[in-house]
């Protein structure tokens, strides 16, 4: 599957629905933080793409990796993260000048 052609949407929904290793692989290589975020999210993303993006370096998506039930890496993280790498929301509907944070 070439994936080079869609939009950050289709992206982001392939992120968060997809079930295939190789687009797993895919996606957690992409450019986008919140591709690879929203793949950090999927409950169904295989322990090594998680325990890959566990290590990336944006807080973002590895402190998101690693609090999702399928990673088995441990990372400590400073304690005075901001709330937008600790948030939750589903990046396919999140507008962050909504946020009042």
Do not use: G, W
């Not at 325990?51 to 990796?65: F, G, I, R």
Request: hydrophobic share 35%; aromatic share 6%.
């Amino acid at each position: 599957m070439d994936i080079k052609s869609y939009s950050k949407e289709e992206l982001l929904e392939l992120a968060y629905s997809n079930n295939e290793f190789q687009l797993f692989k895919k996606l957690s290589q992409n450019v986008s933080m919140h591709i690879r975020r929203a793949l950090a999210q999927n409950i169904h993303t295989p322990q090594e793409i998680l325990n890959q993006l566990a290590k990336d370096p944006v807080e973002n998506v590895s402190y998101t990796a690693v609090n999702n039930k399928n990673c088995n890496i441990n990372r400590t993280f400073r304690s005075n993260l901001h709330m937008c790498v600790m948030c939750d929301k589903d990046q396919r509907t999140m507008d962050c000048s909504l946020c009042n944070l």
